[in-house]
């Protein structure tokens, strides 16, 4: 079973239904959502990239007037009940809230192909630090050589061709980005966050640039003092806001 969400967005020569109000060049938004139905009956729904570039085709060979057409396709993973030591034929459960992206942006002249994982929530409890920063009379932070690092990642990545096995690319990505994070001894997120990028262009020759988003999710220890408990360091308090929103992008 697979369960997407797919966005389309055209750019290219429609002034006159905005001028002049004629349509006769503009695909309705409805037909856009029908082609997406008609083209997963039509071809197996495998790999989010595949999917999106049959969408691409498919629109700029019907309309002359499009010069650009981008195609997100979201994957929501479902993985299948298991009862005992078998999986059940026809019983799932969603996986998540991760989700692994793709998007195409298709021209008359060439394909870019790039893919993604959002909302992958990742955590270290050992090997984070966050220490020797600035500061001043509103500093309240203390430094730190033992915290718990917390992120939701969200990483894309632009492969260098749009010929080639999609899946395997993306398994590979994405392990790599949780292998560096578990075992890198980080100094701060924006540390770990370069590790992880650049470990990815250098280990995956099909990527050309790799964007990675991680928020700061704190997880704040709770003073048990107050109790007539010690603090050991193993009570905290997550905390949605505020967070910094660390993000870069790595480009070969």
Do not use: C
Not at 93 to 122: N, S, W
């Amino acid at each position: 079973m697979r369960d997407v969400t797919v966005g389309i967005r055209f750019e290219g020569n429609y002034e006159a239904s905005y001028v002049a109000g004629d349509n006769r060049d503009v695909l309705p938004t409805d037909t856009m959502k029908n082609t997406v139905y008609a083209i997963a009956a039509r071809e197996p729904v495998r790999e989010p990239e595949t999917f999106a570039l049959a969408l691409g085709r498919h629109f700029l060979a019907g309309n002359p007037n499009l010069t650009r057409v981008r195609i997100d396709v979201t994957e929501h993973a479902w993985g299948r009940i298991a009862r005992g030591d078998r999986q059940h034929a026809d019983a799932f459960m969603r996986i998540g809230p991760e989700t692994r992206t793709a998007a195409i942006q298709a021209h008359r002249k060439r394909t870019i192909v790039g893919a993604g994982v959002a909302d992958l929530v990742i955590l270290k409890s050992a090997h984070s630090a966050f220490a020797g920063f600035p500061r001043d009379a509103y500093t309240t932070l203390p430094e730190t050589d033992d915290r718990i690092f917390a992120t939701s990642l969200t990483a894309s990545w632009r492969y260098a061709s749009a010929d080639l096995a999609f899946d395997p690319a993306w398994r590979a990505v994405r392990q790599l980005l949780l292998d560096v994070f578990a075992e890198h001894r980080s100094a701060s997120v924006q540390h770990t966050l370069y590790a992880m990028g650049q470990a990815v262009l250098d280990s995956v020759e099909d990527v050309s640039a790799i964007r990675l988003v991680m928020p700061n999710k704190h997880h704040l220890p709770v003073d048990l003092r107050p109790f007539g408990l010690e603090n050991r360091n193993e009570i905290f308090v997550p905390t949605d806001e505020p967070h910094g929103l660390i993000e870069a992008t790595l480009v070969r």
